[in-house]
């Protein structure tokens, strides 16, 4: 899932549309994304895509989970959109549907990737950022790119108090300012190496599922996918004693 911000969080939810942060939700475990669980092959067998299936969800749910909620319900206040490119699809309809008047009002922070599946006439209020952030003071991982952009912009560069033009160029300027990260060659591992490895370092991090990738992956230097890592964490943290919930 991830965020709309607008005059407070929302979330973009692909069982239950657009959410508030502090809105009580049942339990579901659906996703637009690849992997388990996943919208996807369900979606294909019926000829469908990821919007398809956000229009009947908003319809099942009304008005009040659509984006165009956030714009009305935040009168004239900036809009951030920080969304993979995978929820960027499932809302691509409502996005190309915005008036001229709710595009002035909306930033949005995705991967480059990202950027391409945007209809045409959000894609000026796109902000430049680029995989360069990964030698920011705000690293991260691929899934989780588009909130540390957004952060970046709030945080380091006021950019939400600025007019369109000066804050992209303001992206652009401290992009430039940034290098690429260098990628050190990493040893390939199976599962159960890579298991033994968290389970010799959980205290060292607490069993913090990103400190523990990142310590994979820049100290220890082995390769592993994320969504392969949170597989082989979570089976980790339900074998030892005192982490199953």
Not at 32 to 51: E, K, M, Q, T, Y
Not at 128 to 138: A, G, K, N, V
Request: charged share 20%; hydrophobic share 40%.
């Amino acid at each position: 899932m991830s965020n709309a911000l607008g005059a407070g969080l929302r979330i973009v939810s692909a069982g239950l549309g657009i959410v508030s942060a502090d809105e009580r939700i049942p339990n579901y475990d659906l996703t637009v994304a690849s992997g388990r669980n996943s919208l996807a092959p369900v979606l294909a067998s019926f000829d469908a895509n990821a919007s398809d299936w956000w229009s009947a969800l908003t319809l099942q749910f009304g008005p009040r989970r659509t984006l165009q909620s956030v714009f009305c319900d935040t009168d004239d206040c900036l809009v951030m959109l920080a969304l993979p490119g995978s929820y960027l699809n499932l809302i691509g309809k409502e996005l190309a549907a915005l008036t001229p008047q709710q595009i002035t009002r909306l930033r949005i922070f995705t991967s480059l990737h990202g950027r391409t599946i945007l209809p045409p006439a959000v894609q000026h209020v796109v902000m430049p950022y680029d995989e360069r952030l990964e030698t920011s003071r705000l690293p991260g991982t691929r899934t989780d790119f588009p909130q540390r952009a957004m952060r970046h912009f709030v945080e380091d560069l006021s950019g939400h108090e600025l007019d369109i033009g000066i804050a992209a160029e303001l992206v652009a300027q401290s992009m430039h300012r940034l290098s690429k990260r260098t990628v050190p060659p990493r040893t390939r591992m199976n599962d159960d190496e890579i298991a033994a490895l968290l389970r010799d370092n959980w205290g060292r991090f607490q069993g913090a599922s990103t400190q523990l990738l990142r310590y994979l992956r820049d100290e220890a230097l082995v390769a592993c996918e994320q969504r392969r890592f949170q597989g082989i964490w979570s089976q980790v943290k339900n074998d030892l004693p005192g982490e199953r919930q």
